[in-house]
């Protein structure tokens, strides 16, 4: 059965950088689109970033564009999320999704921007 994987959240200082993974198993990982997503208390699930599923094509947030990046390594089922020049606004749960015919989400992973 399909699975997705989060890993590399954390407490980080503003300014700080995280790099999330996410592991995906049970279907076919580089036929999907990948991205990730974020939710923060009390507001809604937003889409940070996006990588199409031979990785060609990316989108961005307006609000993280240039400061993180979306990858993917197709040989090992994984994909990442480098984020850089962290804010306090950045703290949330992310979330990873796989999306073609249906779509899968992980179970999250807590990002924490604080001094």
């Known amino acids: 059965q399909a699975q997705l994987v989060e890993s590399g959240g954390g407490l980080v200082q503003p300014g700080g950088s995280l790099t999330l993974s996410c592991a995906a198993s049970?279907?076919?990982?580089?036929?999907?689109?990948m991205s990730w997503h974020r939710q923060a208390p009390g507001k809604e699930r937003e889409l940070v970033a996006a990588i199409s599923s031979i990785g060609g094509r990316t989108n961005y947030a307006a609000s993280v564009k240039g400061r993180f990046t979306i990858s993917r390594d197709n040989a090992k089922n994984t994909v990442y999320l480098q984020m850089n020049s962290l804010k306090p606004e950045d703290t949330a749960v992310y979330y990873c999704?796989?999306?073609?015919?249906?779509?899968?989400w992980g179970q999250g992973t807590q990002v924490t921007v604080s001094s």
């Open positions: 999704n796989a999306i073609r015919f249906q779509a899968y």
């Open positions: 049970g279907f076919a990982f580089s036929s999907y689109a």
